[in-house]
């Protein structure tokens, strides 16, 4: 089964010269076609398709013939008009008639299921003709056809900065009618909707409605039923839905935060799990004396600098899987370096990350209270659990000295030797040198990754284990919603010997559309562990069966 087939339709009405046009787009199709997404395509018998004839995965459907539409049907008993303001050569009954039976046409190949497929898009054939970026066009169709879509998806872009005013002979441009996408039952009970509301949009108003227009009649008309999900979008960029839409909740059931130790003035925040054997491990706890309010703007309680404070602690696992804390202590900050004059933004070492290095446990972390320069910076030294304190430090330069900010170096070994993946977009790995009396990064590795949405926005979360497909780990990435910034959360699986990603999971969060960081993880034998800090605070402990999980090769 195919999770998505892609729908749209080639008709001289449209426009005469589109048979010409047609011929002059065949190559661009032709590697469309070469991706192996799903299409099912009407078409007007005169066009020639025999050359994609050797493409399986391409459906062309002759059986409807223009005038012999499902929209003239409907509408050929009806009196009505033109809207005042239309554009007579673009605007004509044939072509009106044309956009309307998008909906036979959605509804005619999800009723046929050529390909047994869960969803299906329909994508309007201008927008082959106008293709202004079409490597990025063709990386699109291959991105859906990929990934796993919501059982009760509907949606469609939408000009949301649009004030509504329903006028039947001026356009009403909130919808964009260019592309929809959906779940088959969902996207079947919609058609019905509008090809039932096209007919008493007529009925009503006396005037053909302009395609936008019957959108958001049918919409004010019907609210119960509607229930579809908008995007801002345009003809241009209709496929960049927002990943909110269609990445999953990984948790619905009500979990306590952790019970960890109280510092004063000071709350629990992300936690980082070194496992040292089957049933314990050591676990590194950042507490802050910041929160995130609900504009997601720092607030300090006393008007003091935002101050990271490290708790070691030693975890064991019971008979149910869940840790227990024990030895709990405050590591001291045993670092010598210069520190940033005059810094008033941050003090301690945030987001650390425990790993082991020639039998020592080691950390790597971000700071800007020990970058002298004002940057935030790498630091690494010695996690010292016995006697409480970061040691050795170290403070590491990145490949381009001008970078404003380090974060998520993810630290790798090989033959005792210490690498780090610095980004996931081309796949970089490096290993530090000594240049000029500093030890900075330099890139020693370097990998192109086929073309994805999220991969091109990876930041590194936890270290990576070695499982039977190879090393494990999580990634994250951010978007913008509604103003607010949101985590995504991706399993990855390395190759043992490369590095390079072999297998991504499909883009999760776990509470909610929010600020969740995560950069401890541990892998079980039937499930995977993950700390979770939502916006910075209350840290919570996840188990999650490794078959809630979709992967994808990459």
Known sequence: MKSITFVTSFYIVTNEKHKKDFDQIQCFLNRLFSTNCYFYIFVDPEFNVMSFSSFANVYFDTTIT???????????????????????????????????????????????????SSHYAWIESDIF?????????????????????????????????????????????????????????????????????????????????????????????????????????????????????????LVHEKIKKERLPEISGFYASNTNFLQISDNEGYMNIRYINYYLGMKQTFFDKHKSINTTKNLASKVYFNKEGNPIYQQTKIMKENIHLPRFENNRISLGVEDIRLFLWKGKIMYIGTTLEYSHFGKSRMIMGTWDFENGALNDAELLHPPDLNSPCEKNW?????????????????????????????????????????????????????????????????????????????????????????????????????????????????????????WVSRNDRNPVYVIKNKEDFSWYNV
Request: aromatic share 16%; glycine share 4%.
């Open 66 to 116: 223009f005038p012999k539409f499902g929209s003239i049907e409907l509408v050929k008993q009806t009196n009505y008009r033109f809207p005042r303001t239309r554009n007579p050569m673009i605007e004509n009954q044939s072509n009106l008639m044309y956009q309307y039976n998008k909906y036979w046409f959605i509804e005619t190949a999800i009723l046929k299921n050529h390909w047994d």
């Open 129 to 249: 003709y106008n293709v202004q970026n079409p490597m990025e066009l063709h990386n699109n169709f291959v991105f859906y056809s990929s990934i796993s879509l919501p059982k009760d998806l509907v949606i469609i872009p939408s000009n949301l900065s649009k004030k509504i005013v329903l006028d039947a002979d001026k356009r009403c441009s909130k919808y964009i009618t260019t592309f929809v996408l959906g779940a088959k039952g969902r996207l079947l009970i919609w058609t019905k909707l509008l090809q039932n509301g096209l007919e008493q949009y007529i009925k009503h108003n006396k005037i053909l409605p302009f395609p936008g227009n019957l959108l958001s009649w049918v919409e004010k008309n019907n609210s119960e039923e509607w229930n579809i999900q908008t995007y801002q979008g345009n003809n241009v960029n209709f496929f960049h839905i927002p990943f909110h839409l269609f990445c999953p909740l």
């Open 410 to 530: 993810i630290p790798m070994i090989e033959n005792d030797e210490l690498w780090f993946i610095y980004k996931w977009w081309p796949f970089e790995v490096g290993q530090l040198e000594q240049i000029e009396g500093r030890n900075q990064l330099v890139i020693k590795k370097t990998h192109s990754l086929p073309p994805n949405r999220w991969m091109e926005r990876f930041r590194g979360s936890t270290c990576f284990h070695e499982e039977e497909r190879g090393l494990i780990g999580v990634v994250h990435f951010r978007e913008y919603v509604q103003q607010r910034v949101v985590y995504f959360h991706c399993l990855v699986v390395l190759d043992k010997t490369s590095w390079i990603p072999i297998y991504v999971s499909h883009p999760f969060c776990f509470f909610k559309y929010e600020i969740e960081y995560c950069i401890g993880f541990k892998e079980n034998i039937q499930d995977y562990s993950f």
